[in-house]
């Protein structure tokens, strides 16, 4: 029997058939685009000493010496502009702080609105930008969600200490406490009400940024108040993880806790598949500080008392991204911190400012032949800051020419026979005197001068208080 098929059913048929050969001919879908992520990491006051992957033996830090394995350490970084504050504005600038008149501390001086922060320029280009932590950056009105950050975390609520835990306290933070009026400085409270230590507080908040952000181009700008002074409160479990002997032990355990963050944001990385696209940067914003026993080993100074030696200013950097910057390299040319702005914007843009002093440390760590910078140069001389503050030097390959005042003479220092800088050479070399010296004010020359500081009010904190984040207002 021949089976007859009704119109209504072959239409259906053939129409199935027509569906089915379109989905096979569909097209494969497109690539996942070439997302470029960054996490900049900026410690306050570490020093170039305190940390394993540059030597530190009584401190543990493998989270960031893992960084240093799978990128390169780099052995000459430097802050042009010293201390915390010039520091983190020629970071966000990507320039000598002295090219918008900036030639100290000058707290509260404004960053240049005429070229774009580092966070401002990857905002523009599509990027979710992020900052946790410290600023210490421009004026009042100058907070991270006005210059480039399109969300920053909250300030938690810190510790109230009690009255019996004020008399149970050592005679230093008991001290301390009382000048901040009962308020703890590394104690704060979670969501829920409870303790915690800021610096985890912290590391708990980069987990929660990259999650959030983790299908999209993302910057994160963690500048921790760790390990700034004063460390009393640190806790023993972070302490007695360390070898660290007397007053030492107290920064030891907080740069502990720094690098237990480290580890919570690669995980986060790696978990999230991110690992191999993040460009990971670690420095700090000035070297060590002798009076909570920081160390600047191999070198001499740090912050307070030995801010003219090269121990303030040279600090610990490692730039780390499997697969494209070398791994296990030691970079030796000088590099400065606004290096780090011309770096992220070439890796993520494919290009650079034209108002940056900076180089590409990636191009840089391909190509030894090629140095970032023949010189670099200080001119810290604001007439208001503090005179231990004040510093004209200039690095060349391995020389260093200082003097604390321009009316002092120049001492020369071979820092390769000499870290410590305890033979001023000046006279047995008046010809590289002569050259350093003429370059020092050839550059001076290009230099903005000296700002005022404005009296600029603002009934918001830079950074908002409370839990979670805040968002930047949209463009209007």
């Known amino acids: 029997m021949i089976r007859i098929i009704r119109w209504p059913l072959l239409g259906l048929i053939l129409f199935s058939l027509m569906f089915v050969k379109t989905v096979a001919a569909a097209p494969a879908p497109a690539p996942k685009p070439d997302v470029r992520n960054v996490v900049l990491i900026y410690i306050d006051d570490l020093g170039y000493g305190d940390i394993g992957a540059f030597g ?18 780099c052995t000459a970084s430097h802050i042009t502009n010293p201390p915390c504050c010039p520091s983190r504005c020629s970071l966000i ?29 990857l905002k523009d280009q599509g990027y979710a930008t992020g900052q946790i932590g410290k600023w210490d950056i421009g004026t009042k009105k100058q907070g991270p969600l006005q210059v480039g950050f399109t969300e920053v975390r909250k300030n938690p609520p810190r510790k109230k200490y009690s009255e019996d835990e004020l008399a149970e306290a050592d005679v230093a933070l008991r001290r301390q406490i009382t000048r901040q009026n009962g308020s703890s400085k590394y104690f704060c409270l979670n969501e829920q009400g409870d303790e915690s230590w800021l610096t985890d507080y912290d590391g708990d908040s980069m987990v929660q940024f990259v999650q959030r952000h983790k299908s999209e181009p993302f910057f994160l700008y963690w500048s921790p108040e760790a390990v700034h002074s004063s460390n009393n409160e640190v806790p ?19 740069i502990v806790s720094v690098d237990d963050q480290v580890g919570k944001l ?5 978990r999230h598949d991110l690992r191999k696209n993040t460009l990971v940067i670690f420095s700090s914003d000035n070297g060590a500080n002798p009076g909570e026993a920081g160390s600047s080993a191999p070198f001499a100074g ?9 121990g303030w200013v040279r600090v610990p950097t490692i730039v780390s991204l499997p697969g494209i910057v070398p791994e296990g390299k030691t970079y030796d040319p000088l590099i400065a911190n606004f290096d780090f702005y011309s770096t992220i914007t070439q890796f993520c843009c494919n290009t650079i400012p034209e108002h940056c002093d900076g180089a590409d440390l990636l191009a840089h760590f391909q190509n030894d032949d090629k140095q970032p910078h023949e010189y670099l140069f200080w001119l810290n001389n604001e007439p208001g800051d503090a005179p231990r503050r004040h510093l004209v030097a200039v690095r060349w390959q391995n020389w260093r020419l200082y003097r604390k ?46 700002e005022q500081i404005p009296k600029v009010q603002s009934a918001s904190p830079v950074i908002p208080p409370g ?10």
């Open 56 to 73: 530190c033996e009584d401190i543990p830090t493998p989270h960031i010496d893992r960084l240093a394995e799978e990128g390169t350490l």
């Open 93 to 121: 600038m990507g320039q000598y702080a002295q090219r918008f008149g900036k030639y100290g501390m000058s707290r509260g001086l404004p960053i240049p609105e005429d070229r774009p922060t580092l966070a401002g320029f």
């Open 236 to 254: 023993d479990r972070l302490m007695d993880r360390t070898t660290a002997k007397g007053k030492r032990r107290k920064l030891a355990g907080a």
């Open 266 to 270: 690669v995980a986060a990385l790696e």
């Open 302 to 310: 740090g912050k307070g008392p030995g801010t003219q030696k090269e």
């Open 405 to 450: 005042y321009e009316s002092d003479s120049w001492q020369l220092f071979d820092l390769e026979a000499d870290p410590k800088e305890t033979q001023n050479v000046a006279a047995d070399h008046p010809e590289l005197v002569q050259q350093m010296a003429a370059k020092h004010s050839e550059w001076k020359q290009s230099l903005a001068p000296l």
């Open 467 to 476: 839990h979670g984040w805040a968002k930047a207002k949209p463009a209007t």
